[in-house]
């Protein structure tokens, strides 16, 4: 059975809360609809994904949203096999893919848990593309509020609705690590369980945790329970900020098998040369190199200062506006705006590498010569094309 069609399921295993048993993955439910609200309108909620764990024989599903390009967050209990168990950071235990709003489909490289709360970030192994990221808050949602849950997991009457459902909830309780929900109605289903939970502003205050899941499709037909726990995340800015950084990566050349380059092994300086050299990586080099999002450009498209944690300087190419082919890189302070020609996109090629191209010039990151550069060679923009060294990964 292909995963298009089977039964996603969330969380499985059953805590005591009042006087039952929860689920612990949340579900989309209601007496007659999916989390259990209405569909989400076209266009909204397009930072969620569905996350799907292991392969087409034994798979299961559940939700996410999109942090940054890089990371999505959802509920560590989505990942294990076992229910209740810890997790670790590194690769997941099982393949995990992610589908994003878009219908872009990505590989998850890295799951970094929380340990006092049902809450993980996941890695990408290439960033999203064409959607912008969810607002976070900062604030903690406040007792009697009323709050919006979103879910791609089951619905009253289907198995894998494959479209975000929203519901209303109020807020019973608030804890250090969790929020109480009163659904209104409504309730959260197998397959909902890391899905963001928003405040009135449309900010993400909480991923779904566990739900009784009464109304949804295949849940006990005599639960009428809709409550539902979600894992806060309005306290969590620092840890967010630290650990979904977009890097340090190497940026490796697939056609020259070197990496970008600043010369020696410190600082930079501004104007200073960006060359490629034999990878080495590490701190102890300054190879590494930090990808900061600047937000959505025309298109959709994710774009990116790319910085030098060594020295805090950005790959630049001279003055502001356009520039012509085979203008030299080099290292400036960071301006991070379109005033000045430090911005790049990822343009996805069909072997999993990437363009990296600019985007006041359309051209592409370059390595000086036609896939002949050797250590040292200089990093320019030319006109992008696979023929020539402008395919690259960051590792």
Same mark, same amino acid.
């Given at each position: 059975?292909?995963?298009?069609?089977?039964?996603?399921?969330?969380?499985?295993?059953?805590?005591?809360?009042?006087?039952? &048993?929860?689920?612990?993955?949340?579900?989309?439910?209601?007496?007659?609809?999916?989390?259990?609200?209405?569909?989400?309108?076209?266009?909204?909620?397009?930072?969620?994904?569905?996350?799907?764990?292991?392969?087409?024989?034994?798979?299961?599903?559940?939700?996410?949203?999109?942090?940054?390009?890089?990371?999505?967050?959802?509920?560590?209990?989505?990942?294990?096999?076992?229910?209740?168990?810890?997790?670790?950071?590194?690769?997941?235990?099982?393949?995990?893919?992610?589908?994003?709003?878009?219908?872009?489909?990505?590989?998850?490289?890295?799951?970094?848990?929380?340990?006092?709360?049902?809450?993980?970030?996941?890695?990408?192994?290439?960033?999203?593309?064409?959607?912008?990221?969810?607002?976070?808050?900062?604030?903690?949602?406040?007792?009697?509020?009323?709050?919006?849950?979103?879910?791609?997991?089951?619905?009253?009457?289907?198995?894998?609705?494959?479209? &975000? =459902?929203?519901?209303?909830?109020?807020?019973? !309780?608030?804890?250090?690590?969790?929020?109480?929900?009163?659904?209104?109605?409504?309730?959260?289903?197998?397959?909902?369980?890391?899905?963001?939970?928003?405040?009135?502003?449309?900010?993400?205050?909480?991923?779904?945790?566990?739900?009784?899941?009464?109304?949804?499709?295949?849940?006990?037909?005599?639960?009428?329970?809709?409550?539902?726990?979600?894992?806060?995340?309005?306290?969590?800015?620092?840890?967010?900020?630290?650990?979904?950084? =977009?890097?340090?990566?190497?940026?490796?050349?697939?056609?020259?098998?070197?990496?970008?380059?600043?010369?020696?092994?410190? *600082?930079?300086?501004?104007?200073? *040369?960006?060359?490629?050299?034999?990878?080495?990586?590490?701190?102890?080099?300054?190879?590494?190199?930090?990808?900061?999002?600047?937000?959505?450009?025309?298109?959709?498209?994710?774009?990116?200062?790319?910085? !030098?944690?060594?020295?805090?300087?950005?790959?630049?190419?001279?003055?502001?506006?356009?520039? &012509?082919?085979?203008?030299?890189?080099?290292?400036?302070?960071?301006?991070?705006?379109?005033?000045?020609?430090?911005?790049?996109?990822?343009?996805?090629?069909?072997?999993?590498?990437?363009?990296?191209?600019?985007?006041?010039?359309?051209?592409?990151?370059?390595?000086?010569?036609?896939?002949?550069?050797?250590?040292?060679?200089?990093?320019?923009?030319? =006109?992008?094309?696979?023929?020539?060294? =402008?395919?690259?990964?960051?590792?």
């Amino acid at each position: 059975m292909s995963v298009a069609t089977r039964p996603r399921t969330g969380l499985r295993t059953a805590l005591p809360l009042l006087a039952g &048993a929860l689920t612990a993955a949340l579900l989309t439910a209601t007496p007659t609809q999916a989390v259990t609200g209405p569909e989400a309108l076209s266009g909204t909620h397009s930072y969620t994904a569905t996350l799907t764990v292991g392969g087409e024989a034994d798979s299961r599903g559940c939700s996410a949203t999109l942090l940054n390009p890089w990371w999505l967050v959802t509920a560590t209990s989505c990942l294990v096999d076992v229910p209740g168990s810890a997790a670790s950071r590194g690769r997941p235990a099982r393949a995990t893919t992610a589908t994003l709003g878009t219908g872009q489909t990505v590989q998850v490289a890295e799951l970094v848990p929380r340990a006092d709360r049902d809450l993980a970030l996941v890695r990408l192994t290439a960033p999203a593309q064409g959607v912008a990221p969810a607002r976070f808050a900062g604030a903690a949602a406040v007792p009697g509020g009323d709050l919006t849950a979103v879910g791609l997991g089951r619905t009253a009457t289907e198995w894998v609705p494959g479209k &975000a =459902h929203t519901a209303s909830f109020s807020t019973t !309780s608030v804890t250090p690590t969790t929020l109480n929900l009163a659904g209104q109605g409504k309730a959260l289903c197998k397959g909902d369980a890391g899905g963001p939970v928003l405040n009135p502003a449309g900010e993400v205050v909480a991923v779904a945790s566990r739900s009784w899941q009464g109304g949804c499709l295949g849940a006990d037909p005599a639960e009428t329970r809709t409550g539902a726990i979600a894992s806060r995340i309005d306290d969590l800015g620092q840890w967010l900020t630290a650990t979904a950084a =977009h890097g340090p990566y190497l940026v490796y050349n697939t056609v020259t098998g070197k990496c970008a380059d600043i010369p020696d092994t410190g *600082p930079g300086r501004i104007d200073g *040369p960006v060359s490629q050299y034999t990878c080495i990586g590490g701190a102890a080099d300054n190879q590494l190199f930090q990808w900061d999002y600047r937000g959505a450009g025309a298109g959709g498209s994710s774009e990116y200062t790319i910085r !030098s944690p060594k020295d805090g300087l950005c790959l630049d190419v001279p003055d502001y506006g356009a520039v &012509a082919a085979g203008a030299k890189v080099s290292q400036y302070t960071c301006v991070g705006t379109s005033a000045d020609n430090q911005l790049f996109t990822l343009t996805p090629r069909p072997d999993g590498t990437f363009w990296i191209v600019n985007v006041k010039s359309g051209l592409c990151l370059d390595v000086d010569g036609i896939r002949t550069g050797g250590n040292d060679a200089r990093l320019t923009l030319y =006109h992008c094309s696979d023929q020539d060294d =402008h395919n690259w990964k960051l590792l």
